[in-house]
Antibody
Framework: EVQLLESGGGLVQPGGSLRLSCAASGFIFSSYDMNWVRQAPGRGLEWVSRISGSGNTTYYADSVKGRFTIARDNSKNTLYLQVNSLRADDTALYYC?????????????WGQGTLVTVSS | DIVMTQTPLSSPVTLGQPASISCRSSQNLVHSDGNTYLSWLQQRPGQPPRLLIYKISNRFSGVPDRFSGSGAGTDFTLKISRVEAEDVGVYYCMQGTQFPYTFGQGTKLVIK
């Protein structure tokens, strides 16, 4: 069974940092592109970032470019999101999501999410 | 960025009756590889999103056949042939053709 389990969220002050993790199981992790998607409380979905299976290619939403860094460790089947210079509008539930096929923007498996709250 | 516009934003439906959600993109969603990466997701209350339909009309594994997708280019539709109580939630269309990937605002399906 394909599973994704996020962790690392929490309460952080504006300007602070966190590292989010997503532990994957049930599939060949290195074969799939992975994504982070966030959802502010009571709001819709916002794509944040994507990384290729090898880790060589990354993409970011403009709203996080230069502040967030996506990475993966295929030996540990784990996806990461380093979030720096956090702002109040980064407060959201952060989901990791697996691509259904390489290069396709179809997310066929989602974790339960990890909550990031930015507040003083 | 490609803007995805869903209508309606709220859809009250009687159990057993059909429901339809429209999604319009601001640009053609045909990818250079010939595929159209338009998908539909369902988010039940308190749950993460779940893939229902990918590439316009392909039902994902385990999705009941009462869900169907159609459309082309910039206009797409999700249909539920007979709404069941477990279908309550928010439905999103999403384009995965061009970065940044974008979602519709969401359509809330409620039972009358």
């Amino acid at each position: 069974e394909v599973q994704l389990l996020e962790s690392g969220g929490g309460l952080v002050q504006p300007g602070g940092s966190l590292r989010l993790s997503c532990a994957a199981s049930g599939f060949i992790f290195s074969s799939y592109d992975m994504n982070w998607v966030r959802q502010a409380p009571g709001r819709g979905l916002e794509w944040v970032s994507r990384i290729s299976g090898s880790g060589n290619t990354t993409y970011y939403a403009d709203s996080v470019k230069g502040r967030f860094t996506i990475a993966r460790d295929n030996s540990k089947n784990t996806l990461y999101l380093q979030v720096n210079s956090l702002r109040a509008d980064d407060t959201a539930l952060y989901y990791c999501a697996k691509d259904r096929t390489p290069g396709a923007g179809n997310f066929d498996c989602w974790g339960q999410g990890t909550l990031v709250t930015v507040s003083s | 960025d490609i803007v995805m516009t869903q209508t309606p934003l709220s859809s009250p439906v009687t159990l057993g009756q059909p429901a339809s959600i429209s999604c319009r993109s601001s640009q053609n969603l045909v990818h250079s590889d010939g595929n159209t990466y338009l998908s539909w997701l369902q988010q039940r209350p308190g749950q993460p999103p779940r893939l229902l339909i990918y590439k316009i009309s392909n039902r994902f594994s385990g999705v009941p056949d009462r869900f169907s997708g159609s459309g082309a280019g910039t206009d797409f539709t999700l249909k539920i042939s007979r709404v069941e109580a477990e279908d309550v939630g928010v439905y999103y269309c999403m384009q995965g053709t061009q970065f940044p990937y974008t979602f519709g605002q969401g359509t809330k399906l409620v039972i009358k």
